[in-house]
């Protein structure tokens, strides 16, 4: 092999290592950029534990916001789920808790996961929930059926053009997936 030909390989073989070394920085960082990109855009966010309710609001009791109770099942989940409350008038700061049914209707074991969604999207970054089904894998034994409570503030610096918040939750039947 000549020397010029050697030396170009010796190239290609460095560069390639160097892209390797770069690739797997980049999938290293992921965790993180996903998470300021998270932090960024407001999505996931959630209050957990007592910690959320020392967060002290001043309840402001001349607003009224009127927060709006949805569910539905992804195709697959055999469940029974609803709200028990269809809509709740709230006073912006004060904490409240809502619950929702669901049930198993099969005669097997499942495990569901809720995932929550808010409109106006906008609004999303001013409804707190402290407590919530949707922060876990919920498991089902056989015809199980389960009241789930949500607890929740609206923040009082909800801008005045907010008038309705929607809550809506999907469950999705998790039964066949394999987490790490």
Do not use: W
């Amino acid at each position: 092999m000549s020397e010029d030909l050697q030396r170009k390989n010796v190239k290609l073989v460095k560069r390639l290592v160097l892209l390797a070394i770069l690739m797997f920085g980049f999938g290293y960082a992921l965790v993180p950029l996903y998470d300021v990109l998270c932090d960024l855009t407001g999505q996931n966010r959630k209050i957990e534990g007592a910690a959320a309710e020392t967060t002290e609001f001043v309840v402001d009791q001349t607003r009224e916001i009127t927060v709006e109770f949805i569910t539905s099942l992804n195709e697959s989940t055999p469940m029974t789920f609803r709200a028990e409350t269809r809509s709740l008038k709230v006073h912006p700061g004060q904490y409240y808790t809502v619950n929702f049914y669901a049930k198993n209707n099969t005669d097997n074991k499942i495990k569901a996961q809720a995932i929550p969604s808010i409109a106006p999207g906008l609004a999303e970054e001013f409804f707190k929930k402290t407590q919530c089904f949707c922060f876990t894998t919920q498991t089902f034994e056989p015809k199980e059926e389960k009241t789930m409570p949500v607890r929740f503030v609206v923040n009082p610096k909800l801008p005045e053009r907010y008038k309705t918040i929607t809550l809506s939750y999907t469950f999705f039947d998790r039964t066949n997936i394999v987490e790490n």
